[in-house]
């Protein structure tokens, strides 16, 4: 039996259906596509960070709850005081932990769509069902009556909200939220990933609902290269969650470097700041554009509309040398759509000019 053979009969056929997921190459682009933080740190704090990494050892493993960094997650993110902490090697693994967790016989996770991918992929990696609810087409707000209907019929053991949401920026109301939490028979997260680039939060709603998770990441402040996130909540939910966890999964690198990064919070918070200022001024920029539409954002990055032409605007882009990312063809309410990272100001005009001789051309 060849390898071929051997792969198609012991390789899970939902395994073998599905594409990996692809992160295009970036080097020598202004890169621009996945929501990072466009700002190292500056020279002296960087210094000071290697002479700090010069004191740690890797010969041993290290803490395997990283109690030091648990704490000052818990400070810096507001987590109320009575709720527990689970880190994760970015928020990929606490999704997988969830799922891992939950599963079972005709068990599914839940979401809404255009959401983050990974929700999906990860139901399916696990041998979980899969729904997703489609978000309504004019502002990308949940669509209630779907969602009580989903909800009702299929009773998920799990469900993400992803607020803001990726890839549309929006927020969802607060009153829908609330109503998913109380018509979902197990588990809601709602995850804030883009929590540095709004003012709205659950954090503070933390055991006012037995079934309410909060999933938070550091990789949008600017720590995306550490791959750290969290979860908080109630400790009968995290000390199951835990059991799935695998041993001394945040490294000693990480764990050092992330400590360090949070001790000198205000460099990343004015960077913030600036990436909030950019969003606004290139919202406005686009929205003035001729033949583009750009939705208002509580993210990083921006969701941009150009009927019939949105290939051509991403191979145009790509072709000088900025890289975006392509939604169209993604799903049916993202056609011809692209989503913007917020990059530095010459990063940004470069892009604004390229769009701008796009339009008018």
């Known amino acids: 039996m060849s ?31 996945a929501m990072e933080n466009p700002w190292t740190w500056p020279a002296r704090m960087k210094a000071a960070w290697l002479e700090r990494l010069n004191r740690v050892d890797v010969n041993r493993y290290p803490d395997p709850r990283a109690e030091a960094l648990a704490q000052q997650l818990r400070q810096t993110m507001d987590v109320p005081g009575d709720m527990e902490l689970l880190l994760g090697n970015g928020s990929d693994e606490i999704i997988q932990m969830l799922a ?20 999906r992929m990860i139901a399916l990696w696990c041998g979980m069902d ?25 009773q998920p053991a799990l469900v993400f909200l992803a607020c803001p949401n990726n890839p549309t920026g929006n927020l969802y109301a607060e009153a829908d939220i609330i109503e998913v939490l109380e018509k979902t028979p197990g588990l809601v997260v709602v995850d804030e990933a883009y929590a540095p680039f709004t003012d709205h939060s659950f954090m503070s709603r933390l055991g006012q609902y037995d079934n309410l998770l909060v999933m938070r990441t550091v990789s949008k402040l600017g ?40 001790e000198h919070h205000q460099v990343l918070d004015e960077q913030t700041v600036h990436i909030r200022q950019e969003r606004m001024r290139m919202l406005e920029t686009l929205a003035a554009m001729p033949g583009l539409r750009v939705w208002p954002s509580e993210a990083n990055f921006l969701l941009v509309r150009i009927p019939g032409q949105a290939a051509a605007l991403f191979d145009h882009l790509l072709t000088n040398g900025v890289l975006v990312k392509k939604l169209h063809g993604s799903h049916p309410l993202l056609e011809d759509c692209l989503r913007f ?21």
């Open 223 to 262: 720590l995306a290269g550490l791959r750290l996130g969290l979860l908080a909540g109630p400790s009968a939910w995290l000390r199951e969650i835990d059991k799935v966890r695998m041993p001394y999964n945040i490294n000693v690198l990480t764990q050092e470097s992330a400590r360090f990064a949070l």
């Open 100 to 119: 891992l967790a939950l599963r079972g016989e005709g068990r599914s996770i839940l979401s809404v769509e255009p959401g983050f991918v990974m929700y």
């Open 130 to 154: 899969y729904v997703g609810v489609p978000l309504r087409a004019e502002d990308f707000s949940l669509d209630m009556p779907a969602l009580r209907q989903a909800l009702e019929e299929h």
């Open 341 to 361: 990272t917020i990059g530095k100001p010459e990063e940004n005009d470069r892009l604004l000019e390229l769009v701008e001789g796009f339009a008018h051309g």
């Open 3 to 33: 390898t071929a053979d051997l792969v198609q009969r012991w390789v899970r056929p939902e395994i073998q259906a599905l594409s990996a997921y692809h992160v295009p190459p970036a080097q020598g682009l202004i890169k621009l596509d």
